[in-house]
């Protein structure tokens, strides 16, 4: 902590004039600091002195720090250093943050370090080519080829002398010690706890577990999580087409895939797509292309609302003071469409709702909108009420179309949704703004036709049938 | 795999008939399989069949599958067993779980299970009344007692007894071993792994490593999730008042929380306070209830709409078409408010934004905003002037607007979850539609007032100033 607050307090100039008068000690400094923290401490620092530190420390001191910058400050950071020294840094890591670092280099410094490390560290290189293999966000390139494994003739006196070359020069957390054969096929697996628990002459073979849960290399992130998270593992296996044995994902891992796809879906909601980046480092244009195409696309479809109050003009003359209430109404169908779909999106995406379930669905939001759309009605009642020029007729107009528009609103907004997984798009894209902009227009609908049978002789009056 | 389906065929009258001919081979059957899968098998069944199963197993092999059902078939299985048999499964599972399984039963008979525990099992009626007095959603609540210790005096060998003695009644997976001296302060911890690398007669002293992050009891969950994510924690140590050691909260309850935590934010987004249980599990009226609020306070909020547009009555009837447009414009405003506020809300809490940023994220947020609506603003023109006997003045009037309207969206959305958070409400309470309520009433002012300049003769043509 003493340590922490002391970094914190040096800047720019003085950090250099230390690293040149006492280099020793800012090394001794960041040694008593979690690698998060300093982590933290240097993307407060512009990036040329971020790097005349990291310049200073042994590169496996480094490492475990720069593993846990942000992209930006990644690629920022390395460009300082240059291949050379990016490359003893990478060779340091886990294979999935050496992967996960490399990509957010710029594609040329990208090659250049793992060129370098071809010839520095052959097979954390080669370590990076099997990983890239495998597309983004799929359970090959979140793995980890950093395992522990023994064959199955082994003892536990070699298994845990696995462990101890291991993690000499790693330090993420070993769970389990993988038994595999001669063909790299999985035979079962040992937990350090068993290990701990058993006599050191014991064969593994006695004691290895059998291995119910593996994924495939392919299988997207988002499944591997929740797989991970229903069985509560800590790790699990990734086999290949024959059943080879290929790496492992860890929890930690998993971890940063859920907040990842909670942003997405998140973003997705607010129609938004995705961003790649922290909203600071996204750039200006990103963020234009990244929020222009869904403005733009809810914008045209709403066009459909001006279409459709055009093609009633004659009724919505006839009547005075409906345009006024025209957004307040339709305003009740965005909202409630805004909940429905909410509630059957996360329902979809947690599980706890699903496809067979739509027509239970269905009615549920159907009775539920007739409820809310009946207090929500009365509301709008005794707001027409209050002035003293509007009519009853119109007033009970404004309530039966509320019940309507809400019941519209309910319905659309659950069942697109589950027509988007349907045809199997992501029912977040369905934002709620869009089934906003379809609801609107069928608010407009159902207003304009409640008026007509409600006001029929006012209409017919005015002339208009 | 092949146990999971020979279960998943049996149906009532089926299992009921196996029970009494041959209970051993149902037994048999349900040891294949992973307790999750059973949980999930009985979850489909009726819950006097899911009962009579249950009651046929020993309560060790009961508690892993009754901890993993829903609260829902946890309470309804759980009244078809009665408080002592629900008392012996109760007491096989680990302190944490055991809490939240009491919690689940109706008051009468968790008050039952609690009285039949504190005569079985004293030691584990105990644990629940100390997390019990923790809130709910604390780091206390959360955290379960049932961790491995040592004295300081300790060695690796004592340390592996104490795990021995551990893992015979209890399946979490041991992380480490904690060194607490006779007051009950932690004076560091030993990971297993390291256990495992020592001489069995080295003491623990010589080993353990400092432990530099640990939470207090009242601590937010949430907070206790977001600690652990970013330090790779798999274990916390949870420290009273005085330093003393309560017990610990591991990596698989924080999952848990971030997928609570997430549903919470989606559905505060989409203006549904928060549910506590499944969709199809939460009553009609509950929904009704969490719904209901908050549509009927937007509705509120949008009833300005009508006052605005009747306010300018004499500019909006002087204006041909004028009012056919304001729902067009005014979904501008509101769709870039819910991406202003996704973004900002989303960026709060994952920490990229923080409230010290507020001018800058303003600027951003103002500037896009006039890029944004020049795009959208080109599309409102062309709109307009397709149709033949919409004037220029008019057109310019509608893409001024629609300017002025996503500016105002993308600033207010960005701001109202600053100032909520500022207040110290969740800035997702300021959830999207609220702001589209706002923004809404704005969009109107600002197309008045940009008609009533840019089409300033022919309002005095008509008479209108």
Same mark, same amino acid.
């Given at each position: 902590?003493? *340590?922490?607050?002391?970094?914190?307090?040096?800047?720019?100039?003085?950090?250099?004039?230390?690293?040149?008068?006492? !280099?020793?000690?800012?090394?001794?400094?960041?040694?008593?600091?979690?690698?998060?923290?300093?982590?933290?401490?240097?993307?407060? =620092?512009?990036?040329?002195?971020?790097? @005349?530190?990291?310049?200073?420390?042994? *590169?496996?001191?480094?490492? &475990?720090?720069?593993?846990?910058?942000?992209?930006?400050?990644?690629?920022?950071?390395?460009?300082?250093?240059? *291949?050379?020294?990016?490359?003893?840094?990478?060779?340091?890591?886990?294979?999935?943050?050496?992967?996960?670092?490399?990509?957010?280099?710029?594609?040329?410094?990208?090659?250049?370090?793992?060129?370098?490390?071809?010839?520095?560290?052959?097979?954390?290189?080669?370590?990076?080519?099997?990983?890239?293999?495998? !597309?983004?966000?799929?359970?090959?390139?979140?793995?980890? #080829?950093?395992?522990?494994?023994?064959? !199955?003739?082994? #003892?536990?006196?070699?298994?845990?002398?696995?462990?101890?070359?291991?993690?000499?020069?790693?330090?993420?957390?070993?769970?389990?010690?993988?038994?595999?054969?001669?063909?790299?096929?999985?035979?079962?697996?040992?937990?350090?706890?068993? @290990?701990?628990?058993?006599?050191?002459?014991? &064969?593994?073979?006695?004691?290895?577990?059998?291995?119910?849960?593996?994924?495939?290399? =392919?299988?997207?992130?988002?499944?591997?999580?929740?797989?991970?998270?229903?069985?509560?593992?800590?790790?699990? &296996?990734?086999?290949?087409?024959?059943?080879? %044995?290929?790496?492992?994902?860890?929890?930690?891992?998993?971890?940063?895939?859920?907040?990842?796809?909670?942003?997405?879906?998140?973003?997705?909601?607010?129609?938004?797509?995705?961003?790649?980046?922290?909203? %600071?480092?996204?750039?200006?244009?990103? %963020?234009?292309?990244?929020?222009?195409?869904?403005?733009?696309?809810?914008?045209?479809?709403?066009?459909?609302?001006?279409?459709?109050?055009?093609?009633?003009?004659?009724?919505?003359?006839?009547?005075?003071?409906?345009?006024?209430?025209?957004?307040?109404?339709?305003?009740?169908?965005?909202?409630?469409?805004?909940?429905?779909?909410?509630?059957?999106?996360?329902? @979809?995406?947690?599980?706890?709702?699903?496809?067979?379930?739509?027509?239970?669905?269905?009615?549920?939001?159907?009775?539920?909108?007739?409820?809310?759309?009946?207090?929500?009605?009365?509301?709008?009642?005794?707001?027409?009420?209050?002035? !003293?020029?509007?009519?009853?007729?119109?007033?009970?107009?404004?309530?039966?179309?509320?019940?309507?528009?809400?019941?519209?609103?309910?319905?659309?907004?659950?069942?697109?949704?589950?027509?988007?997984?349907?045809?199997?798009?992501?029912?977040? #894209?369905?934002?709620?703004?869009?089934?906003?902009?379809?609801?609107?227009?069928?608010?407009?609908?159902? %207003?304009?036709?409640?008026?007509?049978?409600?006001?029929?002789?006012?209409?017919?009056?005015?002339?208009?049938?």
């Amino acid at each position: 902590m003493v *340590a922490a607050m002391r970094l914190a307090t040096l800047v720019g100039p003085e950090l250099k004039q230390l690293l040149r008068e006492d !280099p020793e000690s800012v090394r001794d400094l960041l040694d008593e600091i979690h690698p998060e923290d300093v982590a933290d401490f240097l993307s407060e =620092l512009e990036p040329e002195d971020a790097a @005349l530190l990291m310049r200073e420390l042994p *590169a496996e001191d480094a490492a &475990p720090i720069f593993e846990r910058l942000g992209e930006v400050e990644q690629e920022e950071i390395a460009e300082q250093l240059g *291949a050379e020294k990016v490359a003893a840094l990478a060779s340091e890591m886990e294979a999935d943050d050496r992967v996960d670092f490399i990509e957010a280099l710029s594609d040329e410094l990208g090659e250049q370090v793992l060129e370098t490390l071809s010839r520095v560290d052959p097979e954390a290189a080669e370590e990076v080519r099997e990983i890239q293999k495998y !597309p983004e966000k799929s359970a090959g390139h979140l793995m980890t #080829t950093g395992y522990v494994s023994v064959a !199955p003739t082994a #003892t536990v006196a070699d298994a845990i002398h696995a462990i101890r070359v291991h993690t000499e020069d790693a330090n993420e957390t070993v769970y389990a010690v993988y038994v595999l054969d001669s063909a790299e096929k999985l035979q079962g697996l040992v937990p350090v706890t068993e @290990l701990l628990l058993a006599e050191r002459t014991t &064969p593994v073979a006695s004691i290895k577990l059998d291995v119910d849960r593996t994924v495939h290399p =392919l299988e997207d992130q988002e499944d591997v999580a929740k797989l991970m998270s229903k069985y509560d593992l800590n790790a699990v &296996p990734v086999l290949g087409d024959e059943g080879e %044995f290929l790496g492992i994902i860890t929890i930690d891992d998993v971890i940063d895939v859920l907040t990842e796809e909670q942003n997405e879906d998140v973003q997705r909601l607010g129609a938004v797509e995705p961003l790649d980046l922290p909203y %600071f480092q996204t750039s200006f244009v990103e %963020f234009i292309r990244k929020r222009g195409f869904w403005l733009a696309a809810l914008f045209i479809g709403e066009f459909f609302t001006q279409t459709a109050l055009r093609h009633y003009e004659e009724i919505t003359e006839a009547v005075r003071g409906m345009l006024y209430y025209v957004p307040l109404l339709i305003s009740a169908g965005g909202n409630s469409g805004s909940q429905s779909s909410t509630l059957v999106i996360r329902g @979809l995406a947690v599980g706890e709702i699903s496809l067979s379930d739509w027509w239970r669905v269905l009615a549920r939001e159907a009775v539920m909108g007739v409820v809310l759309g009946a207090g929500i009605g009365l509301l709008a009642v005794g707001r027409v009420l209050m002035y !003293p020029d509007q009519d009853l007729r119109f007033a009970i107009t404004v309530g039966i179309s509320v019940v309507g528009i809400v019941v519209t609103g309910c319905t659309v907004g659950a069942m697109l949704p589950m027509i988007m997984r349907r045809i199997g798009a992501d029912p977040a #894209t369905s934002s709620t703004p869009f089934i906003a902009s379809l609801v609107d227009v069928l608010g407009i609908i159902v %207003f304009v036709q409640v008026a007509r049978v409600v006001m029929a002789e006012a209409l017919a009056a005015a002339g208009v049938h």
